[in-house]
C-alpha cells in the first residue's frame, strides 16, 4: 500500500524544440507544491508543469493533474511504479510517469482523475488532496 497525494493544480505535458532555451518562468517563483520536470533528447525538450507555466512556444498537451507518492522512497526500492501504473492499466486509464531522487508521480488525464484515484484505492492506495 502506498500513500499518494493529489497535488492542486493542473499539469501540461509539453514538447519544445531542441535547442531551445527554457523561459525563465519554468524555475522562477515556485511555491512549495508546484514540480516542474526537463529531460532533454537529441529529438527534443519534453517539460512537465503546472499549466500556468508552460512555455509559450512549446507543443502542449493539458489537462492532466499529479499524483506523488507521499516520500521519500529510496532509490533501492522497487515496483512502486508498478503498484500505481497497474491498476491505472488495468482501470484503462493512461498515464505519464516520472521520477525524482526522492519519490515516484504519475499523471492522469483531468478528465479521468475519479477513475484513476477510484483504481489506486481499490488497490489498496491512500490518495489524498
Do not use: K
Amino acid at each position: 500500500m502506498l500513500d499518494v497525494d493529489l497535488l492542486p493544480e493542473e499539469y501540461a505535458v509539453c514538447r519544445m524544440a531542441a535547442g531551445t532555451a527554457l523561459p525563465p518562468a519554468l524555475s522562477s517563483g515556485l511555491n512549495h507544491a508546484d514540480v516542474v520536470t526537463v529531460s532533454w533528447t537529441t529529438d527534443g525538450i519534453s517539460v512537465i508543469c503546472p499549466l500556468d507555466r508552460a512555455p509559450e512556444q512549446a507543443v502542449v498537451e493539458t489537462a492532466w493533474r499529479c499524483l506523488r507518492v507521499s516520500g521519500p522512497i529510496g532509490l533501492a526500492v522497487t515496483g512502486t511504479l508498478a503498484a500505481l501504473v497497474d491498476p491505472l492499466a488495468g482501470a484503462r486509464v493512461n498515464a505519464v510517469a516520472f521520477s525524482t531522487f526522492d519519490t515516484d508521480y504519475l499523471l492522469v488525464p483531468a478528465v479521468r482523475l475519479d477513475e484513476a484515484t477510484t483504481a489506486l484505492e481499490r488497490a489498496g492506495h491512500r490518495v489524498s488532496g
